[in-house]
């Protein structure tokens, strides 16, 4: 007779057949909690978690109250990349959470001037200009920021209506939660998202 059948027959013999039953089934039923719990809440508070999109400062590639999957363990493993899209909570308001593309690196120079962005970096130190096949929007502003070792310029797609570095300065790295990496809902648009690769003009 295994563990769980002496386990049960102890049960039985306390509690008497119909209350032993509900018993038995009430243990079951924490242990399959138990033990989903032990699954989930790593998963959920270490490795990935769910947001859902506000405004529309990501349009047309993310649109309000589309479902997002965060994969927070990525950024532990290796650096960020250029036009990955982070969620982050604003230096100007941690209480909040702000979703932006990636732009500019740590140590990189971002200078942004009559709708063109310009990196300079140690590969392009006389700068290279960053072509966006994701939007049709004109980048307005002008900005020379030099990113320090640890922090990154980030906007929105839709460079119209986007809170984004322009304004709020640079990201630092603590303040990033994780990259966007899988879209949930619509169902029609779910799917993985990927990073776009850049063409670069010197």
């Known amino acids: 007779m295994s563990f769980s059948e002496n386990k049960e027959s102890a049960i039985f013999r306390i509690f008497g057949a119909t209350l032993g039953g509900v018993v038995v ?30 405004g529309a400062s990501m349009e047309p590639n993310f649109e309000e109250n589309q479902y997002l999957i965060i ?23 941690v209480s ?3 979703i932006k593309r ?9 200078e942004i001037n009559d709708g063109k962005i310009q990196i300079y970096n140690d590969e392009f130190p006389n700068g290279v200009l960053i072509q966006e096949g994701y ?8 900005e020379y920021v030099v990113l320090g070792q640890d922090e990154y310029f980030v906007m929105g797609d839709n460079r119209d209506v986007s809170l984004d570095s322009r304004a709020i300065g640079p990201i630092p790295k603590d303040n990033i939660v994780g990259k966007v990496w899988l879209r949930g809902l619509p169902f029609d648009k779910a799917g993985f998202i990927p990073t776009p690769v850049y063409l670069l003009e010197n």
């Open 96 to 98: 909040q959470y702000y």
């Open 25 to 54: 089934f009430i243990l079951e039923i924490l242990q399959v909690v138990i033990i989903a719990a032990a699954i989930i809440i790593p998963i959920r508070y270490f490795l990935i978690q769910p947001f859902i999109v506000k």
């Open 102 to 110: 990636v732009i500019g690196l740590p140590g990189e120079t971002v």
């Open 135 to 142: 939007i049709d929007e004109y980048t307005y502003g002008e």
């Open 71 to 93: 994969d927070e363990l990525s950024y532990r493993l290796r650096e960020i990349e250029r036009g990955e899209i982070i969620v982050f909570e604003p230096p100007t308001n």
